[in-house]
Nanobody
Framework: VQLQASGGGLVQAGGSLRLSCAAS????????MGWFRQAPGQEREFVAS????????DYAESVKGRFTVSRDMAKNTVYLHMSSLKPEDTAVYYC?????????????????WGQGTLVTVSS
């Protein structure tokens, strides 16, 4: 399974970006997906997750109301819509595929990881 994250870039505070995570290889429609991020000098942290069918989602408190996770099963792609971006959202964003149908913040619940895409929010 390969996960390709894209859509990162430089944006001003208050702006929006949409990240995509395309799966290829031995893809599965039965697994949950998650987004994590790692800021410079910090540990990787949970951002959002979505269940296999999109019915369940979970968000870190820091992004609730600003970020939305969604998925297009036909395209094997998961999205992270980010709005009202803040400088503290600056990080490398990673997508990951969960071991089960839905996982929350525990990184050990995710088996496959993408390479990351950099989001930089300027003040």
């Amino acid at each position: 399974v390969q996960l390709q994250a894209s859509g990162g870039g430089l944006v001003q505070a208050g702006g929006s970006l949409r990240l995509s995570c395309a799966a290829s290889g031995r893809t599965s429609s039965n697994n949950g997906m998650g987004w994590f991020r790692q800021a410079p000098g910090q540990e990787r942290e949970f951002v959002a997750s979505i269940s296999w069918n999109g019915a369940l989602t979970d968000y870190a408190e820091s992004v609730k109301g600003r970020f939305t996770v969604s998925r297009d099963m036909a395209k094997n792609t998961v999205y992270l819509h980010m709005s009202s971006l803040k400088p503290e959202d600056t990080a490398v964003y990673y997508c990951a595929r969960a071991r089960g149908a839905f996982s929350r913040s525990s990184q050990s619940s995710y088996v496959y990881w993408g390479q990351g895409t950099l989001v930089t929010v300027s003040s």
